[in-house]
């Protein structure tokens, strides 16, 4: 006979509690709770010829034991499945919702920390190449002084959760940041969570201690691993610096090693060992560049280059002075001077240098006689008086723009040229706007000015660049009449000398007639 009621019980065990629901002769439902009530294991126990429960009994029994959260409609109905007639058969048919542990305080940066430099356009890549540039793998922060860095999170609380019986789980709290300030960071805002950097220079993380340093040392060689530099600092590599690769330092770079054919950039001074540009490296440098040699390079530079051994097949522009070992090849266009100790080559590979004159002032003047050249090519072609009259008013415009560029000399320009040892044949010297290509071999030590009086160029015994060409000039000028003075005033000496015994010879004729003997 089928029964027509159940019953029920509960009893606690160390690892929970059991919740008992049966159907005499039929089956057996036993509810199984964990400690921390987070799950609910059902057994289900179906007697031989027994008749389970429904899906809403089984509903019913978890509700009238409290359990109603979490409660899978599935897991009951894959119980009921496996759980036939002389069967029995287990599910989680509730879990709870486990609270959300608060997220810890953190440091949450400003801005991104990456800042990969601008892409080098003259690159022989492919597409592929283009799309990812290995050589930007930079991962630290540049900041400026008063910038702000980031700003510090505090832990937050958490999401409670809840127990399969409605019950609320405090969840565990976030750590807070614990983090130093250290050199040159200041913290700011009304509860003091903002950093503020206090001088230019990277955001350094060493333990839980934040820096921003000037300097950014690189213990090897600037290779992928390292990718390209941009720091808002001073560079120190001590190593190489691979084919490829670019730095730029705004206080200053210092390679211990050599260079490839690289793009180094600075407001500061360079230094290195050695460049091998293989035509596409440069220098862009707001300061002094020291190095032992340049080869196959492209240098543009606000101070004075120092070059120990030598200057090969470069282009060099700078606002300072030149002073190099030897200087072979390409052209050399300094503002303060030219020193080296020889130039060119004896196989005459053509070399070219220019001393005194600021290299923008020549480019302006290229760019006015492009412009000087089409204007002709208009002029030439002009269809009415109008045109031509306003053609013509350019025209003379560009003239005395070109007139006033060639005019000007800044107060450092020294257009002067030292050769210490030796002047190989086929080396062009510009001083000034006196030009002269040599054709034969000049034996130094000498110095290259220009001639002021004569036009060319003037050859004089050699004096430091500290010694400005105006003064050679005029000191050479003095000398010259000085010369010319004590040469005229021995000339006036030797006329009046001659014409002071001229005066004499006559009275001496006439002594000798007074004592001549009277004819008998």
Known sequence: MEPTSTTASSDAKQDGQRFYHAQPNSYQLIFNLSTDEMECIAHLDVHQGGTPPSSDQIMAFLATDGISIGVSDDAVAQLLVQALPGRS???RVAAGQPPLPGEDGRLEYTFCPLEPPPPDNDKDTDDADDAIDFRSVQQFINVDADQEIGRIIPPSNGTAGKTVRGKLVPPPPGKPLQLK???????????????????????KLDGDTIHVVEEY???????FAVGNIRFNGFVEVRGDVLDGFQINASKGLKITGNVGNCRLISPGNIEFCGMDGQGKGSILCGGNITANFIHESAIECSGTLQINIELINSNVRTRGAVYAGMLSGGSCIALEGIDVKKVGAPSGVKTKLHAGTDYHDLERLQELFAQLEVLHESISQAKDMDELHRLTTEKQRLTSSIVEVRKRRPPNANPKVNVRNRLYEG???QVGGSVEEFTAQLEGPLSLIENSAEGGLR???LSELSVHADEVERAYLDDQQRRLAEQAAAQEAERAAAEADEAQQPEAGTD??????ADP
Do not use: W
């Open 512 to 517: 000798n007639q007074d004592t001549q003997p």
């Open 181 to 203: 300030l250290g050199k040159n960071v200041r913290i700011a805002g009304d509860d003091d969570s903002l950093l503020i950097a206090e001088i230019h220079g990277r955001v």
């Open 217 to 223: 040392v690189v213990d090897g060689d600037v290779d």
């Open 89 to 91: 058969a287990t599910y």
């Open 459 to 461: 050859q004089v015994a």
């Open 427 to 429: 080396v062009t010297v």
